[in-house]
């Protein structure tokens, strides 16, 4: 299994973002995962998302940032409100309450989630999540320089 290392020294890795050489076309795969605020309403906006860990590897966090995300949709309001985070693929779900939306002008614009990973098995489940999530939506792995 591919590992992806973060170097814990840095304050912010730009870690999983669009990548140009892949097809955003969303291919079903048997490493299937996704990202709802609304339960049983897929988020389609990839995130932009940024990784930091501590150097003992006992703690991390994961900021979410996720632009015009379709939850906001007037056509998808039907489905309920925001809720939290849930992340889901074919070992489980994990989620967060931490989800903050930023409005500009009274319109919501863009909505950041953090989650925060408190032991190494933890870390490793969300780096899982991670890399289906990445095949699932054509991205991939930025190391910060």
Not at 20 to 40: H, P
């Amino acid at each position: 299994m591919k590992s992806f290392a973060v170097l814990a020294s840095l304050p912010l890795a730009a870690a999983f973002a669009p990548n140009a050489a892949f097809s955003t076309t969303r291919v079903s795969t048997e490493l299937d995962a996704s990202i709802q605020f609304v339960r049983g309403l897929e988020e389609k906006v990839v995130p932009d998302v940024k990784l930091t860990r501590a150097k003992d590897g006992s703690s991390g966090v994961a900021t979410f940032n996720f632009k015009n995300p379709n939850c906001f949709d007037a056509s998808t309001a039907a489905m309920g409100e925001v809720t939290g985070m849930f992340l889901e693929d074919d070992e489980g779900e994990f989620s967060t309450t931490d989800v903050n939306a930023k409005f500009t002008n009274g319109k919501p614009q863009s909505i950041e989630a953090t989650l925060v990973m408190t032991s190494p098995a933890e870390w490793d489940r969300f780096m899982r999540f991670m890399e289906a999530y990445a095949e699932t939506n054509g991205l991939g792995f930025n190391s910060a320089k």
